[in-house]
């Protein structure tokens, strides 16, 4: 799977000249934390954050005026407030490694560019869409926690024995378990009773962790 099959295409940019009234208004209209900013040849030039725009907006504390405040607001412009050094990547980027780099860097979205372009948005919000398709979260079944020593060909033997009772693995996912030589396998299994199941788990060297039934 790659960035380009899961981003936000077209996202809504602004200007530097773009003012933080203005930005802050188009956040909440289209419903965005974050906006890349072009300039006028539309080359990304920097990213501002809701943040930052909370940030630099006055205090309720001040002891300036309304008009004073509104004055100086005013003049504020997103060329002032955006980060510089923009981390970006592909649309031909793997989704595992944008998460990487999300995770890194501690930042929750990187824009997206195509031959210099930027086409799109990828943020948090669509890995957590894509965990959920991982994990099968959206699709009932028997849901299987095992904890299995790293092997060759496990999963392999794994689906052979659930194919031969009939079953069928709609989502799997392996983890690190708490010792560096184990695995966490997670799957979840459609069309095997629960006894077939437990029949097919018996025949491995694995620990069940935990079986249920979800919707």
């Given at each position: ?80 407030l ?31 560019m ?26 009932g ?6 904890r ?68």
């Amino acid at each position: 799977m790659f960035v380009r099959e899961r981003m936000t295409k077209h996202p809504v940019t602004v200007t530097p000249e773009t003012s933080l009234h203005d930005a802050l208004r188009i956040m909440r209209e289209e419903k965005v934390r974050r906006l890349p900013v072009l300039n006028r040849q539309g080359k990304l030039v920097g990213i501002v954050l809701e943040r930052d725009l909370l940030y630099a907006s006055p205090s309720p504390a001040t002891t300036l005026s309304v008009y004073e405040l509104n004055y100086l607001v005013a003049k504020i412009t997103i060329g002032e407030l955006m980060t510089r050094d923009v981390i970006t990547v592909e649309d031909d980027c793997p989704i595992e490694v944008a998460a990487r780099i999300m995770a890194d860097h501690r930042i929750s979205g990187l824009p997206v560019m195509r031959d210099g372009a930027l086409v799109g948005m990828i943020t948090e919000s669509d890995l957590f869409r894509v965990f959920l398709e991982l994990l099968g979260a959206r699709t009932g079944g028997l849901r299987v926690t095992i904890r299995v020593p790293d092997q060759k060909g496990f999963l392999a033997r794994l689906g052979g024995l659930i194919a031969n009772e009939g079953g069928n693995i709609v989502s799997l996912g392996t983890f690190w378990g708490e010792d560096p030589e184990d695995r966490e396998i997670v799957f979840k299994v459609q069309n095997l009773t629960r006894a077939q199941l437990d029949g097919v788990i018996a025949q491995l060297p694995v620990e069940a962790v935990d079986i249920r039934e979800t919707d």
